[in-house]
């Protein structure tokens, strides 16, 4: 035991020192997934089987493929290059954020709707009295017509208010964020964020738009759509993103909660939602990606057998981008944008991008790099990001100066071991441990 502890100890000396190398100074470190907060004993079980397993072990290496080039996130349209905060905010942020929208995304269209927030159900002594529960309808209406989102809430009783707050865009059944808490799932482990001192909510994407390609007809397409459809027009994976705004709108709204402490979180196909409302909403401070792989944080220009590719997910899901998408299917080259552009238009806000070893789909390492390639645009405000070129090893993190990486053993899921990861670093970027 006290051999195998000495020996993570020198491997985490070891990243450290490489971190350091491959990126200047940072502030990351290695391995601190396993280093910090030793106090709950049901944690360092899920933490230590992890590192078992995984002890000094690192990502395998890349499978053969093509050479490609990046977009640079820094170059304008106009082809003078972006060299400080200032010029990003006002030139090229939103330059970018069309690019994705004409191309990726697609765009939200202008009609005009109402929203109401009703608390339906309210219980202050939820959890055993740890927290109090609220449910809350999220109604967004057009005339006769409306869609309302179900939000489960669970803010924490004994913590000074208000509380930082993690929003989860649930794209696995409702079971999963049970407001009795009769049933509890990793997927949102609603005990472990309320013990920690953050509020916790989720609502299903399906709510706000069901997750098939019926031509647009329901959810939220239904309600707001124009009679045709432009080749810009959104998908389902905006319509989520958009649901998670209007409950952010919410969330605006209750005392308890921080309003500039409120991360978005998603796993898979809601990891794309959620960074693409992280990109488009500022008013989310940490953006949480999980194994969000293609059209998420992995670059689509890294093209290899056993990964997901543009023509894939397009043919697979042809409801989840704009029909201007699937020009580039076998195309990733010619698209005027990589995901690292997309992590880069939540700068300086935080970000984090966890990864699973054997989800291979998701392209670990591509995710990886999105983060890493973003980072020049974080420097322009002073932030390193990941402040490491160098992935950690296997059930390590990377707490950056405002990004996250994490990768850990395993298959794709959102795990207990995921959050306890992303608590972690929320706890860093809003200021609860040093
Ligand atoms: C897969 C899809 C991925 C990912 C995943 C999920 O089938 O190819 O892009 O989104 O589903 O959401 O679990």
């Known amino acids: 035991m006290f051999k195998s502890q000495l020996r993570r100890a020198a491997l985490i000396m070891l990243a450290m020192v490489y971190s350091a190398a491959a990126d200047g100074p940072a502030k990351s470190h290695a391995g601190n997934w396993s280093r910090q907060r030793a106090q709950r004993p049901e944690e360092q079980d899920v933490r230590s089987k992890t590192d078992r397993a995984a002890q000094g072990r690192t990502f395998q290496p890349d499978p053969d493929m093509p050479a490609f080039t990046l977009p640079d996130p820094l170059l304008g349209a106009d082809g003078r290059r972006i060299g400080t905060a200032e010029e990003w905010k006002t030139r090229r942020r939103s330059e970018v954020m069309e690019l994705f929208r004409k191309n990726v995304y697609g765009r939200v269209p202008e009609t005009s709707y109402t929203k109401s927030f009703k608390v339906i159900h309210q219980d202050p002594r939820a959890m055993g009295g740890a927290a109090t529960l609220k449910q809350v309808q999220v109604t967004l209406s057009r005339g006769q017509a409306s869609l309302t989102i179900s939000v489960v809430l669970f803010i924490p009783n004994r913590a000074p208010k208000p509380v930082p707050a993690f929003l989860l865009i649930c794209n696995r059944g409702p079971e999963n964020f049970d407001p009795t808490r009769e049933r509890k799932s990793e997927f949102w482990p609603a005990e472990e964020a309320i013990a920690r001192g953050y509020a916790i909510a989720a609502f299903h994407n399906e709510d706000v738009d069901p997750d098939k390609h019926d031509g647009f007809k329901d959810g939220a397409h239904g309600l707001l759509d124009a009679a045709v459809r432009p080749p810009d027009a959104w998908g389902s994976i905006s319509a989520w993103a958009w649901g998670a705004s209007r409950v ?3 969330f605006e709204t209750d005392a308890g909660l921080a309003r500039d402490k409120i991360a978005v979180i998603g796993h898979s196909r809601g990891g794309k939602a959620a960074l693409w409302t992280g990109a488009q909403d500022e008013r989310f ?23 997901e590719s543009v023509a ?14 699937k020009t580039y299917n076998g195309r990733e080259d010619a ?21 699973a070893e054997q989800d291979l789909w998701a392209d670990p390492r591509g995710e990886f790099l999105s983060v890493v390639h973003a980072g020049p645009v974080y420097r322009l405000f002073g932030r390193q990001a990941l402040g490491s070129a160098a992935m950690p090893e296997i059930g390590a993190a990377l707490h950056g100066d405002g990004a996250h990486y994490h990768i850990r053993e395993g298959k794709h899921d959102l795990t207990l071991s995921d959050w306890q990861s992303y608590l972690d670093f929320a706890d860093k970027v809003f200021g609860r441990v040093k």
């Open 312 to 325: 894939r997910i397009n043919t697979a899901f042809p409801h989840w981008f704009c029909e201007t998408y």
């Open 248 to 250: 952010m709108d919410y």
């Open 285 to 307: 401070a940490l953006v949480v990606s999980n194994e969000s792989g293609c059209t998420g944080a992995s670059l689509s220009r890294r093209r290899f057998q056993g990964k």
């Open 335 to 355: 698209l005027p944008v990589d995901q690292h552009m997309l992590i880069a238009l939540i700068a300086p806000r935080a970000v984090a991008v966890g990864s």
